[in-house]
Every structure is written in C-alpha cells, then in structure tokens.
C-alpha cells in the first residue's frame, strides 16, 4: 500500500457510490475502481503531471480518462455531499473554527504593463545622445 492509497475502510465508504465495475459489455474488462481511485489521489496528492503515474495504478491514459468522466458526470461533487452529509451526522465536523488564507504577494508595477524604471531612463539618456 502506497502513501497515497485507500484504506479498506475509506474505500468502503467510496465503493457504495461508483458505478458498477462490471458494465456488460464485451472487450477488455474495467479497471478496479480501487486502483483507479488510488492513482487519482496520488496525482493530486502529489503535483505530478499524468503521464508520471507510477505503473502500480495502471496506464495514466486510463486513470486519466476515468477521472475526467467522473468529474464531468459529477461523481466527485456526489462523493464529497455524502462524505459531508455522514460527517454532519457524526457531528465530526466543527462549525466554530474557521481558516482563511489572506497572505497575498504583491506583484510589482511592471507586471501589469508599466514601464520600468530603468528602461525609460536608458531611453532618454539615447535619444539625447
């Protein structure tokens, strides 16, 4: 088991919601949702571009293709309200305790299209000479 993988227990609380992994149909047969799952998190655990998915998971196009549909069907957004619906049942989350990140970093005045100081100094001291 990896850093980044499910335990039997969180995959459990998952598996209830993932489309069927048999679909019926002919050819090669679906991936383990387990699997795919897993190499999931590890990209986005890690940073990582898709084609670096370690081999463990599966060939990155599938992993990739899989995370796409369900991202475009919506299994993700379903998978987080009901993970938040059980936790707001177990009162496992806390509503008094808040944190926002307000750190900003200022960029300078030539990053938005002024001119920079130095440029517009060189300029005037050439067309003098």
């Known amino acids: 088991m990896s850093r980044y993988d499910l335990s039997d227990e969180e995959f459990a609380l998952l598996e209830a919601f993932l489309p069927p992994e048999r679909s ?48 475009n ?26 944190a926002v990140d307000g750190s900003t970093i200022r960029a300078h005045k030539s990053a938005a299209g002024a001119q920079k100081k130095g440029l517009r100094h060189r300029k005037a001291k050439n067309d003098r000479g």
């Not at 149909?25 to 084609?51: D, E, Q, T």
């Open 24 to 71: 019926g149909k002919r050819g090669k047969p679906y991936r383990c949702h387990r699997m795919v799952l897993n190499g999931i998190f590890w990209i986005l655990r890690s940073g990582a571009p898709w084609r670096y998915l370690p081999e463990c998971y599966g060939p990155w196009s599938t992993v990739y293709g899989r995370y796409r549909q369900w991202k």
């Open 73 to 98: 069907n919506g299994l993700f957004q379903t998978l987080l309200d009901a993970l938040e619906a059980r936790a707001r049942r177990g009162d496992k989350i806390d509503f008094e305790f808040a």
